[in-house]
């Protein structure tokens, strides 16, 4: 148990960061759970840039937190081979700023990262202790970051392809199902999808335990975005998305992909990361495929929904 113990929650106001605060809030493990916001607005979140060391370490000094759950970054790839410097502002020098702010206050950080440290020349699936060779802006700076999470006794949790339900109107994923039309979904690169709540469990347990070192987390079914999108579609309630004024019905085709600076930002064609290492060391944690998701999120779309409904 974590009875007494606070957490702090960066990047609240982004897609899988919102979803964790409210799983570590609804999980009772903590007698707090903070958030941090930066451009968007987050309620009872603390403003921090996580560029800007004094703010961060101001936040940090305030809330004096056990674990720091590290969800802010620049998440999009094409973004990043865009704009390199503020990628590697904000993904490094961003986590040196958190890294030395949390051993000042003694705070275990649990960091983020991503299978895009990796390219696709594995016969197998990645491992912890494989080489990492990063093809893009994106994947450098994350296993930059890496490096000194690791090097200050910290938690790194690679993961893949993270879908959840984070409300209706915020939701990037699931606002085109709920919003229908004709919808582009990639059909190259497979991966191994990762249901949200899974990814926040495995991380809730691995600061309980006060591990360290690299942890992969990821879902156990290797799929395009296409197949993904197409197996959630297919698995949420008609009925359940019929309810929902908005909706209209969903029309799923293959989009190309899009070029950046008119060059194709280089993606691992196939890139799985292997799990045995959490599965073994947390057998009770659980991995959902992309069907047991789609269920659990139908779930929480007709409750929030019927939430809407109801007079306050
Ligand atoms: N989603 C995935 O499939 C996936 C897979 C593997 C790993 N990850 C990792 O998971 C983490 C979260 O990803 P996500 O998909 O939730 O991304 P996201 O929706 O883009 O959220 C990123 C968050 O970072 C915040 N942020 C950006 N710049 C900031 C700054 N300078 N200071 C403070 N906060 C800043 C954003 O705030 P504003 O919205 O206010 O700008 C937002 O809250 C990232 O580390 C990503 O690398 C994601």
């Given at each position: 148990?974590?009875?007494?113990?606070?957490?702090?929650?960066?990047g609240?106001?982004?897609?899988?960061?919102?979803?964790?605060?409210?799983?570590?809030?609804?999980?009772?493990?903590?007698?707090?759970?903070?958030?941090?916001?930066?451009?968007?607005?987050?309620?009872?979140?603390?403003?921090?840039?996580?560029?800007?060391?004094?703010?961060?370490?101001?936040?940090?000094?305030?809330k004096?937190?056990?674990?720091?759950?590290?969800?802010?970054?620049?998440?999009?790839?094409?973004?990043?081979?865009?704009?390199?410097?503020?990628?590697?502002?904000?993904?490094?020098?961003?986590?040196?700023?958190l890294?030395?702010?949390?051993?000042?206050?003694?705070?275990?950080?649990v960091?983020?990262?991503?299978?895009?440290?990796?390219?696709?020349?594995?016969?197998?699936?990645?491992?912890?202790?494989?080489?990492?060779?990063?093809?893009q802006?994106?994947?450098?700076?994350?296993?930059?970051s890496?490096?000194?999470?690791?090097?200050?006794?910290?938690?790194?949790?690679?993961?893949?392809?993270?879908?959840?339900?984070?409300?209706?109107?915020?939701?990037?994923?699931?606002?085109?199902?709920?919003?229908?039309?004709?919808?582009?979904?990639?059909?190259n690169?497979?991966?191994?999808?990762?249901?949200?709540?899974?990814?926040?469990?495995?991380?809730?347990?691995?600061?309980?335990?006060?591990?360290?070192?690299?942890?992969?987390?990821?879902?156990?079914?290797?799929?395009?975005?296409?197949?993904?999108?197409?197996?959630?579609?297919?698995?949420?309630?008609?009925s359940?998305?019929?309810?929902?004024?908005?909706?209209?019905?969903?029309?799923?085709?293959?989009?190309?992909?899009?070029?950046?600076?008119?060059?194709?930002?280089?993606?691992?064609?196939?890139?799985?990361?292997?799990?045995?290492?959490?599965?073994?060391?947390?057998?009770?944690?659980?991995?959902?495929?992309?069907?047991?998701?789609?269920?659990?999120?139908?779930?929480?779309?007709?409750?929030?929904?019927?939430?809407?409904?109801?007079?306050?």
């Open positions: 148990m974590t009875d007494g113990l606070t957490a702090l929650v960066t609240a106001g982004g897609y899988v960061g919102s979803i964790a605060m409210r799983q570590l809030q609804e999980s009772g493990k903590y007698a707090h759970v903070s958030g941090t916001m930066y451009r968007k607005h987050v309620d009872d979140a603390d403003l921090m840039d996580i560029t800007n060391r004094d703010q961060v370490f101001t936040v940090l000094r305030e004096r937190p056990d674990h720091v759950f590290h969800f802010a970054a620049i998440s999009n790839v094409d973004y990043c081979e865009k704009d390199p410097d503020l990628a590697h502002s904000t993904n490094v020098e961003g986590v040196r700023n890294v030395d702010a949390c051993k000042e206050v003694g705070a275990k950080l960091h983020v990262s991503t299978d895009y440290v990796f390219d696709d020349k594995s016969t197998r699936p990645y491992m912890e202790f494989d080489t990492a060779r990063p093809l802006v994106y994947g450098k700076t994350k296993h930059e890496e490096e000194l999470v690791l090097n200050a006794g910290g938690i790194v949790v690679r993961s893949s392809g993270v879908v959840g339900y984070a409300g209706i109107h915020d939701d990037k994923f699931m606002k085109f199902l709920i919003k229908g039309g004709p919808q582009g979904m990639y059909n690169g497979k991966k191994c999808f990762t249901f949200a709540p899974d990814l926040v469990a495995a991380m809730a347990a691995l600061a309980e335990k006060g591990a360290s070192g690299v942890y992969h987390v990821a879902g156990p079914e290797k799929l395009t975005w296409y197949e993904y999108a197409s197996t959630i579609r297919d698995n949420i309630e008609e359940v998305l019929s309810r929902i004024p908005e909706h209209k019905q969903l029309k799923l085709f293959v989009k190309e992909p899009q070029a950046v600076n008119g060059h194709q930002v280089p993606r691992p064609e196939k890139v799985f990361l292997d799990t045995s290492k959490i599965r073994r060391e947390f057998p009770d944690l659980k991995f959902h495929t992309a069907q047991e998701a789609a269920l659990i999120m139908g779930e929480q779309i007709a409750r929030d929904y019927d939430i809407q409904l109801l007079p306050v």
